[in-house]
Each structure stands twice: as C-alpha cells, then as structure tokens.
Nanobody, 116 residues
Framework: QVQLVESGGGLVQAGGSLRLSCAASRYIFGMSTMGWYRQAPGKQRELVATITNGGSTNFLDSVRGRFTISRDSAKSTVWLQMNSLKPEDTAVYYC??????????WGQGTQVTVSS
C-alpha cells in the first residue's frame, strides 16, 4: 500500500508563499506524471499543476506564473512552490502520482488557507 505523504500547508496572508511537499512511502516503479490537485469548499476538484518524468510541466491558468512544480523521481518526491498567493487559492491540495494503467496514487490532502 503506497502512501503519498504531504506537508507544507498552512495559513498565509495574501501575497505570501508556501511550499508543499509530497513523498511516496516507497519507490513507485514506472511512475510517469506527478501533480497537484485542489478542491475548495463547494467547488469541484481541479488540476493545479503536473510534471512528467521528462520534466514537462502544465499549470492551471490562474496559477501560471505564480506556482512552480518540481520533482525528484528517484525519491518519488514532488514539490509545489506557491508564490503571490491569493484568497482564491484557498483549498485542500492533493498530491497525485500516476503509473501506466493508468493507476493513480493520492495523498491525504493538506489545507492551504490564504487570508485577505
């Protein structure tokens, strides 16, 4: 049973920064894309950022230019650097790792709250 362990969430004022980390409990063989999703109260889950095994990245339009995603495949770890945070970024953030099948592994979620 693979666990994705997330950390780095918290409460921050608008304009501030947070860095989310996610590490798998063991090496995930064949892992392709890793990423971050978020779900705000009363809203559907949305994809925030992804990074492929080759390093290609994709971002939600509203976070492009403010967020950065990076990974260390050997350590099965992914980070999300969040800068210039806005109240609308408030959500529970979930780490995701995908392997061909496709099979998805998910973190438990970490709360990010941005105050005005």
């Amino acid at each position: 049973q693979v666990q994705l362990v997330e950390s780095g969430g918290g409460l921050v004022q608008a304009g501030g920064s947070l860095r989310l980390s996610c590490a798998a409990s063991r090496y995930i063989f064949g892992m392709s894309t890793m990423g971050w999703y978020r779900q705000a109260p009363g809203k559907q889950r949305e994809l925030v950022a992804t990074i492929t095994n080759g390093g290609s990245t994709n971002f939600l339009d509203s976070v492009r230019g403010r967020f950065t995603i990076s990974r260390d495949s050997a350590k099965s770890t992914v980070w999300l650097q969040m800068n210039s945070l806005k109240p609308e970024d408030t959500a529970v953030y979930y780490c995701n790792a995908r392997v061909p099948g496709p099979v998805d592994y998910w973190g438990q979620g970490t709360q990010v709250t941005v105050s005005s």
